[in-house]
């Protein structure tokens, strides 16, 4: 199971859009659009689990497609690393 980012997406991209974008390539697994709490609008983002071969299948199909005027940058989640900007004492 990999975990997909798809960035630069359209601020009015709704859960079946993003399904559907992604279910061209194979059986999804889930997905998680990032919302603005206050709007409800799409913040730019989101995540899409898949079966490996059909997520590396995914990911160089749309990266870089277009999407209403938007470039979508998508590709293998990476794990959070600590940036360590926070207050210094």
């Known amino acids: ?9 359209p601020v009015d991209t709704t859960e079946q859009e993003f399904n559907a974008l992604f279910a061209e390539y194979g059986r999804v697994r889930s997905i998680e659009l ?3 709490i206050f ?8 995540f899409v689990e898949m ?4 997520a590396r299948a ?3 199909a749309l990266n870089g497609r277009n999407l209403r005027g938007n470039s979508l940058r998508v590709n293998e989640e ?6 360590g900007g ?4």
């Open 78 to 83: 990476r794990p959070r690393t600590r940036s």
């Open 86 to 89: 926070g207050r210094r004492r």
């Open 1 to 9: 199971m990999l975990r997909i980012y798809a960035g630069n997406l």
């Open 58 to 60: 995914a990911i160089s």
């Open 39 to 46: 709007t409800g609008r799409c913040r730019g983002f989101g």
């Open 51 to 54: 079966e490996g071969h059909e």
């Open 34 to 36: 990032a919302r603005d």
